[in-house]
């Protein structure tokens, strides 16, 4: 992971180092979000808030015909989620069940790699930028602890290899704005992540908790547990090419049209009797 992460940086910092007429940016962002699981067979679940955000990112910005610009982000993000393992059931006037659950939130730290790639448009003489994002996701989950809501029984989470999966990938989309001002680009982001491999092994590698401590509270391990998360960041970029981007000045060649030759032909024809 260490390697990786070293490449990565060295990645950023070279493409961050090209010629000041290069078409890109070099930024940072920081920021707050809310994230769940999407638990197989249906669980009771609900958001889990306030975690954390921060990184690094990329852009390239092309030509007007290829629509926009592509980059790379490198983030820290914490993540998780709250279950509803336990509850105590009253009935109303109707007859209703009524359920109370208890919550076992589980929080984690993931290194996230988003492969990005953002249309966007001018406003304002080049002073706004709006953008779209979609991006496939590649992410290292770490760390991290535990509650229980009813007893307050709270801990360090303990990984184990066979039992939970530190490795997901994913899809992620989202938009925001940016303010330009010289050579700087100031905006907010909204980001949904949108998680595909599972948190944890599914019954088939991994079935009960008998030999787990209180990290675990599941009886049998679902079948999915992919991670979801919706972040919303404020940006901050800087622009290496000082004149401004080439996609600003770009203007499509004008066809020649004084040499093209028109040629009408019309054809009659006559009938006689």
Same mark, same amino acid.
């Given at each position: ?12 910092? =070279? ?11 070099? #930024?940072?962002? #920081? ?19 306030? #975690? ?34 336990? *509850?105590? =059931? ?41 953008? $779209? ?38 899809? =992620? ?10 050579? *700087?680009? $100031? ?21 009960? +908790? =008998? ?17 979801? +998360?919706? +972040? ?26 004084? +040499? ?14």
């Amino acid at each position: 992971m260490k390697k990786i992460l070293r490449l990565t940086f060295i990645l950023l910092f =070279a493409l961050a180092g090209f010629s000041a007429r290069a078409q890109h940016t070099f #930024g940072v962002s #920081g920021g707050l979000g809310s994230s769940t699981a999407r638990f197989y067979p249906q669980q009771e679940m609900k958001m889990l808030l306030g #975690g954390t955000n921060f990184g690094l990112s990329w852009r390239y910005y092309s030509l007007p015909r290829y629509v926009g610009a592509i980059g790379v982000d490198l983030e820290y993000m914490q993540r998780g989620f709250s279950f509803g393992y336990s *509850y105590s =059931a009253t009935t109303n006037d109707k007859g209703e069940e009524i359920r109370d659950y208890n919550f076992y939130t589980r929080r984690l730290n993931s290194i996230m790699l988003p492969l990005v790639w953002q249309p966007h448009v001018y406003l304002a003489k080049h002073h706004v930028r709006l953008y $779209l994002e979609a991006a496939l996701t590649f992410s290292y989950n770490f760390g991290g602890d535990y509650e229980y809501e009813d007893t307050g029984l709270k801990g360090d989470y303990d990984w184990r290899l066979e039992r939970d999966n530190r490795w997901n990938y994913g899809l =992620a989309g989202g938009g925001g704005f940016a303010l330009l001002f010289g050579r *700087y680009e $100031l905006g907010v982001r909204a980001r949904y992540y949108f998680g595909y491999a599972d948190l944890m092994r599914n019954m088939n590698k991994y079935y009960d +908790n =008998a030999t787990d401590g209180a990290e675990n509270p599941f009886r049998s391990t679902p079948l999915r547990s992919p991670l979801d +998360n919706i +972040n919303i960041s404020v940006t901050l970029a800087f622009r290496f090419n000082k004149d401004g981007f080439t996609e600003w000045f770009y203007k499509p060649p004008k066809r020649d049209r004084s +040499n093209r030759e028109f040629r009408y032909q019309q054809g009659t024809s006559t009938s006689g009797s």
